[in-house]
């Protein structure tokens, strides 16, 4: 018994060194986001999700440090994760915004919700004290997600984003997180889960016009 339990809180430190870094590159996009907005309540909304990305960053090295203590934990996601940051810089040099903002806010906290949710119960058993500290980070995440829907709704209506190029952005970046899930898979199995859940419930927070571009 005792080799299991240790063997699922070192897993479950490599899914919290994995949320560490996806959580550094939603601060590193959110960062340039605020730099490049024009509108000056865009900029403040990015601006204060990237602290809260540093925080969320934060509480992610300290459950891996609990989890796993003393230990040098990797995680499976570095080549997805790169992939992706690499979209997000690629679409915020252009001053893309729009695009940037499909990539982290719509696909990429989705993500993070789906992942989140799913292994709530894992790292709650583990380490009660974080029970508190998620909900908090629930509630910011589906704040940012929340953000980016209705901002992406507003650039289209307004014609700030052009109908193909929004379906450029959604198609890479879903492309892009089905990667990053498909880099948990190894986490997942090794915790003896499926990885259906996470991408059903990860399909059913986006919205249509991500999930099937027109
Ligand atoms: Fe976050
Ligand atoms: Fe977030």
Redesign the pocket.
């Known amino acids: 018994m005792m080799p299991y339990v240790l063997s699922r809180a070192r897993e479950l430190a490599r899914a919290a060194s994995l949320l560490e870094a996806a ?1 550094r590159l ?1 601060l590193h996009a959110a960062t340039r986001q605020a730099a490049i907005a024009r509108e000056p309540r865009t900029a403040r909304f990015c601006a204060r ?1 990237a602290r ?2 540093a925080f ?1 960053a934060r509480v992610f090295a300290a459950a891996a440090a609990c989890l796993a203590p003393g230990a040098v934990v990797a995680h499976p996601g570095g080549a997805a994760l790169g992939a992706y940051r690499a979209q997000l810089d690629r679409d915020l040099e252009s001053g893309d915004l729009w695009s940037s903002v499909v990539g982290l ?1 719509v696909a990429l ?1 989705a993500l ?1 919700a789906a992942v989140l949710g799913e292994l709530e119960a894992g790292l709650a058993r583990h380490l009660p004290a974080l029970a508190p500290l998620h909900r908090v980070l629930a509630q ?2 589906a704040a ?2 929340g953000f980016g829907l209705r901002r992406i709704e507003r650039a289209v209506a307004t014609g700030a984003i052009p109908a193909p190029r929004l379906r450029v952005a959604a198609g890479a970046y879903h492309r892009l997180a089905n990667g990053l899930l498909a880099a948990c898979a190894e986490i997942l199995d090794r915790l003896g889960e499926s990885p259906a859940p996470y991408a059903a419930r990860f399909e059913a927070l986006l919205p249509a016009w991500f999930r099937d571009p027109a």
């Open positions: 959580e939603a999700q809260q990305e969320h806010q906290e993070g910011q995440e940012h997600h």
